[in-house]
């Protein structure tokens, strides 16, 4: 019998701005990803006070624009996730590709007609398209003129792009999210709501009020997926990092608590319980505001209650460690919330702390909070791959380090725990969103291209493109094989 429940959704996941390229093509406006420059200094540039969203081909480089090309290869990637078995594939819709400023009363056909073509190409393989409607993509336009996501008028915008593409898919995709890890803003709100220290990202009240009104448009956008079609199940998309308190110190214990409900929490308790939690008046008042300095309506917050999200999606890379006492000040850089450094963990190349462990927990914690479905959609390993001549890569790192999650998840389905499904980030090569480089893979496919666009975007399956094969086939983890039974002849013994 297998570890996981027949028809579990085994697939890969990636997002627009991180392969597609074809940047101005079909019509296509200029994101925010667009304008994030390449690199491990693209967060602290874009912290700058002065930075405004413009593109200086100049000074920097921008991957995004590029990615591995999959607007012109999704053919032939699509047939290399059939190849592997997939179930499933969640990707993204380029938001401007559809309305390329985001204010569009009427979306731009042949973005649409792009999406018909993937869809339907993943569909002619037999694999469900799971769709985030919003992946850290939104219209440059929407933040640079509107303010991003702390203007009210985004939810109109946001909803009139849901509607188009809910409806058009309606019938042949039954899986969405609308916003990819929409709790990253507490760390970097610039790719999830288009803030920047320019335009108010260094105000809290602004993240809050970007958070509402998000609410709000994901409500809107549950309330059109089931009034079109009864089977469309729509789930929520959070950054969760289990977290630990660093010792048994009551202060630690404490200070850990409050940092699992503000950051692992506080979002997903709006959308899936569809209200705002108590502790909302603490974690406000830290930084100096009440609820009611926020702009909501009754109608709104009616909203919420009336359509909470069908199930839970999340990423899942890596643990977290809370110390406040000052004894510990060794902190982990790599980390994308840092914290303090856990001595049990070993840490990936880009000191990203790897707990498996850790996933069985969250998924027990989520589990257990919410008794909503979840859904694994993104985890994996960013290693610098070294392949031979043949473009052959011998990564072990990576199928060990998914071997352990996929034991992780098995152990939580054992635990009791609802789960979908398994789309490891990065499926095939693309661009690091958190650095900008093509160097940190996480794919089974190698992509011929480095990090300054040079290559021939050629794909190669690597060694855990086979691995992976199998686990999927298997419907998990191949169970070791007991020793056969060793018959001894008993008919000659010298038992003198």
Not at 215 to 242: D, P, R, W
Not at 279 to 289: F, M, N, S, W
Request: glycine content about 8%; charged content about 25%; proline content about 4%.
């Amino acid at each position: 019998m297998s570890e996981f429940p027949e028809g579990f959704l085994w697939g890969g996941a990636t997002a627009a701005n991180q392969l597609e390229g074809g940047y101005k093509e079909g019509g296509r406006g200029l994101s925010i990803a667009d304008a994030l420059p390449g690199g491990k200094d693209r967060f602290k540039i874009v912290s700058q006070p002065d930075f405004d969203w413009t593109i200086d081909e100049a000074k920097y480089t921008y991957p995004n624009h590029e990615g591995i090309d999959f607007y012109h290869h999704y053919k032939e990637d699509i047939a290399l996730f059939a190849e592997m078995g997939f179930k499933c594939y969640r990707f993204s819709i380029a938001w401007s590709r559809i309305f390329p400023n985001g204010d569009e009363p009427q979306p731009n056909q042949a973005g649409l007609k792009f999406y018909d073509n993937v869809i339907d190409e993943c569909l002619a393989n037999n694999i469900e398209p799971i769709i985030t409607i919003s992946h850290y993509e939104m219209p440059l336009n929407l933040a640079k003129r509107y303010g991003g996501w702390k203007n009210h008028y985004l939810i109109e915008f946001y909803e009139n792009f849901a509607r188009t593409v809910l409806t058009r898919y309606a019938d042949k995709v039954k899986y969405w999210m609308t916003f990819n890890e929409i709790n990253s803003a507490a760390h970097f709100p610039v790719m999830g709501q288009g803030l920047v220290p320019s335009n108010g990202a260094d105000d809290k009240k602004n993240v809050f009020q970007a958070w509402h009104n998000q609410f709000v448009a994901s409500a809107k956008a549950v309330k059109i997926a089931h009034e079109l079609h009864k089977n469309i199940q729509v789930g929520c998309m959070i950054l969760y990092a289990t977290s630990y308190s660093y010792d048994a110190n009551p202060a630690n214990q404490l200070a850990n608590l409050h940092h699992n409900q503000d950051f692992n929490f506080f979002c997903a308790d709006v959308q899936v319980r569809g209200e705002y939690p108590a502790y909302t008046k603490r974690l406000l008042a830290e930084y100096g505001l009440a609820f009611d300095d926020l702009e909501t309506t009754d109608g709104e917050l009616a909203l919420l209650k009336q359509y909470p999200v069908d199930y839970i999606g999340f990423s899942y890379y890596m643990s977290t460690a809370v110390e406040t006492t000052g004894q510990n000040t060794d902190t982990v850089a790599g980390n994308l919330m840092g914290g303090v450094k856990n001595p049990f963990l070993k840490a990936s190349d880009w000191g990203w702390q790897i707990d498996p462990t850790g996933l069985r927990i969250a998924l027990n914690e989520l589990y257990d909070r919410y008794q909503k479905p979840l859904f694994v959609v993104e985890n994996g390993l960013g290693a610098l791959d070294k392949p031979d001549k043949n473009f052959h890569v011998e990564d072990d790192y990576r199928i060990d380090y998914l071997k352990q999650h996929i034991q992780a998840m098995a152990g939580a389905v054992a635990d009791g725990v609802d789960l979908m499904g398994y789309t490891p980030w990065g499926c095939i090569d693309l661009v690091s969103a958190s650095t900008g480089e093509m160097s940190k893979r996480y794919g089974f496919i190698y992509v011929d291209l480095d990090d300054q666009g040079k290559g021939s975007l050629k794909r190669y399956p690597k060694k855990s493109f086979y691995w992976y094969q199998e686990v999927i086939k298997n419907n998990g983890l191949e169970k070791p094989k007991k020793p056969a039974k060793t018959e001894v002849d008993l008919t000659n013994l010298d038992l003198s």
